[in-house]
């Protein structure tokens, strides 16, 4: 059986996860406060995902930058990917929390939305 | 001179829960005084998410998390001045602040809460002599250069301290094709969270070294590399260590200290541990009326943390407001006194009952409160406090005068995370004449 020690990263209490794994099998996961501690250790063991947060130019808005994130995690593989396609991204302000800047961002199936307000100059 | 009830110096997470706490208390007239373009505080810059999870349930960013508390602000109707900068507060609570449209001016509050947040420690802590070329810049400026302002500072990195601002910034830079060479730290042990070193340094393959320090930098314009060595257990490097990187930034997260010069400049006594106000149960300071919370009292990474503590903070400023203002009335009818006179007499009862010291030793360097009053105390009383050294399979202790009443057992305390424990009034009760509170680790 091999043991795998992992620090859940799904909120900032950081617990420190032990995971128990026959094969690709995990038997057993213990050192969570909280269920979603589970989920992650078993997700980071077989398919290991991230939120990515970035910012993208904004025009007429009362700011330059307007800061965005994938609206689900993301494979960690697809991260450099989804930075880059995030690169010439411009929007026009009014921009709100939750608006699509991108769809299905590096074919991922997951959007990117802003999570500040701009409001017009 | 105008007059509010409460005045809240900073429009950050505590300012704001502050002030939302204290309307849902009961009362009105409230201003919020921040000396940014907009309401959030550092949350603004924070564009990471991991922020809120305790509070709402789901993981936000920064700015996310600041919008829920604006709009509750803006819902309630609190009254709030952006650009405005807080200058000076006086003992008797004439706070005086300048901003362009009006120009200078003062207010009388009733209750004062200062949330003005910390700033980063300066580049005097880089302990080294020589030339201060260009490319050294604080973490926290960095990421307001960066996720505000969209401008790289630079193309290879490296970053000395491993505070939570500079782990995240070794992963936003990297994301934006920097090369972030080494994180440095000076102590045997990060000063950030867990999750950061995980997701910032682990996920991307950067190094953190340590019981490392910066002892030199080449380049007279700008940054060209730094040289790292190893430190001894009295952080004195040890010869023969040293390893050179080539960089052309050099980033310093190097901690964080409570902004304290208007509270100091009111006679707020100042605790040296924290460098934030001494408090009591109610987060009040030894001036009367003057309530603290967030950033300003002692260093958080939870805003999750900060928006509680600074919910008690409203709470109990506008329990502070009703008993003075209830005063005012009964004795303007009788003698007529002023508000202003009636607010410079003591409360009466603040001397006669005895406060019980919370006492911090033995790896515990601090708590907040400092001290107790069980007549104000809330059936519950978060205590929190930080430790000074790692420990692992210890015991969390509070030993009420010589007993031992608390025993918690925890597998790892650090002084990156801040720990709480919770006191009961009931339990408080049951030991009449009590002087002290101990809190202390145990080793098993
Ligand atoms: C880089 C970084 C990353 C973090 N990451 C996380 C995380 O992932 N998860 C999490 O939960 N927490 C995180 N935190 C912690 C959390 O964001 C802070 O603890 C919290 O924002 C502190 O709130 P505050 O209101 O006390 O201070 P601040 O947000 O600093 O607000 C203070 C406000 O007061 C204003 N002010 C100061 N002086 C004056 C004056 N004289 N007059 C008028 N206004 C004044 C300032 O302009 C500012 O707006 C992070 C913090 C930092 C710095
Ligand atoms: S197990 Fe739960 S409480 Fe612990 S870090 Fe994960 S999400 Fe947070």
Known sequence: ?121 | MKNYDIVIVGGGPAGLAAAVSAKQNGVDSILILERDKELGGILNQCIHNGFGLHTFKEELTGPEYAERFIRQVQDLGIEFKLNTMVMEISENRVVTAMNREDGLFDLQAKAVILAMGCRERARGALNIPGYRPAGIYSAGTAQRLVNMEGYMPGREVVILGSGDIGLIMARRMTLEGAKVKVVAELMPYSGGLKRNIVQCLDDYGIPLKLSHTVVDIKGKERVEGVTLAQVDENSRPIPGTEEFYSCDTLLLSVGLIPENEISRGMGVEINPVTSGPKVNESLETNMEGVFACGNVLHVHDLVDFVSEEAAAAGRNAAAYVKTVSLGTESTRQSDRKTDEEYLAERIPDKAAEQEICLIPTSGVRYTVPSTIRVSHMDEHLTVRFRVGNVYKNCYVSAYFDEKRVIHRKRQVVAPGEMEELKLTKEQILQYPNLKTITIKIEEA
């Open chain 1, 1 to 121: 059986m091999e043991v795998k020690n992992l620090i859940c990263i799904n909120c900032p209490m950081g617990c420190a996860l032990t995971v128990e794994m026959e094969g690709n099998e995990v038997v057993k996961i213990s050192g969570n406060t909280c269920p979603r501690g589970e989920a992650y250790g078993r997700k980071e063991v077989t398919d290991p995902t991230r939120i990515v947060t970035s910012t993208v130019k904004v025009t007429g808005g009362k700011a330059e930058m307007v800061s965005v994130k994938t609206k689900q995690d993301i494979p960690k593989g697809k991260i450099s990917e989804c930075i880059k396609a995030l690169k010439d991204v411009e929007v026009q302000a009014p921009v709100y929390i939750g608006d699509v800047i991108v769809a299905d961002i590096a074919g991922t199936g997951v959007d990117i939305v802003a999570t500040k307000n701009i409001e017009l100059l």
